[in-house]
C-alpha cells in the first residue's frame, strides 16, 4: 500500500490512555518499497472496498423537535448502527482533524426547522454518497475511526469518536513519510498542482451541466407519467359519462354507447404507461444523477482540498517567513545599538524557536503537495465512472423505450373499436400517409 497512514488494529476501538507508553509501530507505517508517491488501485479495487447503505428510520419525537434517524448498514463490516446526523458531523470533524492533507467530502447542510420530506430525502442521499467515499478512499477505510463510525451500537459514539483523535496527531505526526515528502516529490510540483487544479475545475464544471440535465431528463419522465395518468383517466371519465342522450342523436345512440365503453377501457394501458415512465425516471434518479452527484462531490472536496492547502500550510509557511525576517531585522538593529546581553539572548532564542517553526511548515507544506498528487491521482482512478454513468443512462433509455413500446402495442389493436362507423364509411387509419402531412 502507498498510503502512509496505518491504524491499530480495527478490533481493538479503545484508546489507550494518553500517558501510555506507545510503540511507534501502532501509529508509524513502515515505508513501502518503491516510490510511494504512486497509486496502483483501479475503480473496481475502490468500489469493492465497502457498499455502505443509509436509510431513514422511523421518527422519534423529542421534547420539542423530530429527530431524524438513520441506519447505517456497512457490507463489509456486516453489520448496521443508527447514527444522528450530529454523528455525521463530529465523524466528519475528526476526518478534517486527523487527515487535513486529504479529501475529504463536504457533508449536506443542517435544517433544523421546517425539513420537509424532500430535504430530508436529499439528504438522506447526500450522507450516502458521504460514506461511501470515505469508506472506499484508501487511507480512510484503513482507519479506526471509520471501523467505529460504521461498527460501533453504543450511545456515545460521539465521545469514543474524539477520544481516538485525543492525542494522536494528525496525518503528518503519524506517518514515517512525512519528513521525506519533497524527496518523491516531482521537480515541477508546482506547476503539475497549478495544471491539476485547472483541469479538474473544468471537469467538475462539465459533470455539473451534465448532472443538472440529467435531472430534468428524469424528471420529465416523472411528469410525463402524471400526464398519461391523467389522460387515462379523463379517458375513463369520458367512457363513464352518464348524461342521457338528446332524441335527435338517437340514431347514434349504439356506436356512443361502444365507444364509451372503448374509452373506460383504455385507462388501464394508460396507467400501465405511466407506471413505466416513473420506473424509467426512478432508475435514470438512482442510477444516473446519484452517480454523478457522487462524482461531483469527490470533485468538490478536491477543490476544498486545494483551497486548504493555499489558505492553510501554505498561507502559514509565507507568515512563518515573515515573522523570521522581521526577527533578523530587530537582531540586526540590537546589534548595532549595542542593547543588553539578555535581550538579546532571548531574541536569539526567538528566533531559533522559529526557524524550527518555518522548518516544519516546510516540511508540512511539502507532505501537504505530497498528499495532494495522490488524491489527484485518486481523481483519475474514479475518472472511468464516467463510462459507467452512460452505460447506465442508455441502458435505462433502452429499458423504458422498450418496455412502453410494447404498451403502445399492445394498446394499438384496442383502438379498433373506436373507429366503427356505418358501413359506407370507410374506417380511418391509425397513422398518418406516408409523405409531408401538410403538403400541398
Known amino acids: 500500500m502507498s498510503y502512509c497512514t496505518k491504524e491499530r488494529a480495527c478490533s481493538d476501538l479503545a484508546k489507550p490512555p494518553v500517558n501510555e507508553p506507545r510503540e511507534p509501530e501502532q501509529f508509524l507505517m513502515q515505508a513501502p518499497q518503491g516510490n510511494p508517491l504512486l497509486l496502483s488501485h483501479t475503480l473496481q479495487e475502490l468500489l469493492s472496498k465497502d457498499s455502505v447503505q443509509v436509510e431513514l428510520i422511523p421518527e422519534k419525537k423529542g421534547l420539542f423537535l423530530k429527530h431524524v434517524e438513520y441506519e447505517v448498514s456497512s457490507k463489509r463490516f456486516k453489520c448496521s448502527v443508527y447514527r444522528r446526523y450530529n454523528d455525521f458531523v463530529v465523524f466528519h470533524e475528526m476526518l478534517l482533524q486527523k487527515f487535513p492533507y486529504r479529501m475529504v467530502p ?54 469514543k469518536l474524539r477520544e481516538l483523535v485525543q ?15 519533497k524527496d518523491f516529490l516531482p521537480a515541477d510540483i508546482q506547476a503539475q498542482f497549478a495544471a491539476s487544479r485547472e483541469l479538474i475545475r473544468n471537469i467538475y464544471n462539465s459533470f455539473y451541466k451534465l448532472r443538472d440535465r440529467a435531472e430534468r431528463i428524469a424528471s420529465r419522465a416523472i411528469d410525463n407519467a402524471s400526464d398519461l395518468l391523467i389522460f387515462g383517466k379523463e379517458l375513463s371519465a369520458l367512457g363513464s359519462d352518464t348524461t342521457p342522450l338528446p332524441s335527435w342523436a338517437a ?121 495532494l498528487h495522490q488524491e489527484t491521482q485518486l481523481i483519475h482512478i474514479y475518472l472511468p465512472l464516467t463510462s459507467h454513468i452512460l452505460g447506465a443512462f442508455v441502458n435505462s433509455q433502452i429499458q423504458g423505450h422498450k418496455e412502453m413500446s410494447k404498451v403502445w402495442n399492445e394498446l394499438k389493436p384496442k383502438l379498433s373499436c373506436l373507429f366503427v362507423g356505418s358501413s359506407n364509411m370507410p374506417t380511418p387509419p391509425l397513422s398518418p400517409p406516408e409523405g409531408n402531412f401538410f403538403s400541398n
Open 251 to 371: 340514431l347514434n345512440n349504439s356506436t356512443w354507447g361502444t365507444l364509451k365503453q372503448a374509452l373506460k377501457g383504455l385507462s388501464v394501458e394508460f396507467a400501465l404507461l405511466a407506471d413505466k415512465a416513473v420506473q424509467q425516471g426512478k432508475q435514470e434518479e438512482n442510477d444516473v444523477v446519484e452517480k454523478l452527484n457522487l462524482f461531483l462531490d469527490l470533485l468538490q472536496s478536491y477543490k476544498d482540498l486545494c483551497e486548504r492547502h493555499e489558505k492553510g500550510v501554505l498561507h502559514k509557511h509565507q507568515r512563518a517567513l515573515h515573522k523570521y525576517s522581521m526577527m533578523k531585522k530587530q537582531m540586526m538593529s540590537a546589534t548595532v545599538q549595542n542593547k543588553e546581553p539578555e535581550s538579546v539572548e532571548q531574541l536569539e532564542s526567538r528566533i531559533v524557536e522559529q526557524e524550527n517553526a518555518i522548518l516544519t511548515m516546510e516540511l508540512r507544506n511539502y507532505f501537504s503537495l505530497y498528499c
Open 167 to 181: 492525542g494522536v496527531g494528525d496525518e503528518f505526526l503519524t506517518c514515517r513519510l512525512a519528513t521525506q515528502a
Open 106 to 159: 463536504a457533508l449536506p447542510p443542517k435544517r433544523m426547522l421546517g425539513a420537509d420530506r424532500e430535504f430530508i430525502e436529499s439528504r438522506r442521499r447526500a450522507l450516502k454518497r458521504f460514506i461511501n467515499l470515505v469508506a472506499r478512499h484508501p487511507p480512510f477505510s484503513e482507519d479506526v475511526l471509520l471501523k467505529l463510525f460504521l461498527s460501533f451500537s453504543g450511545s456515545d459514539v460521539q465521545n
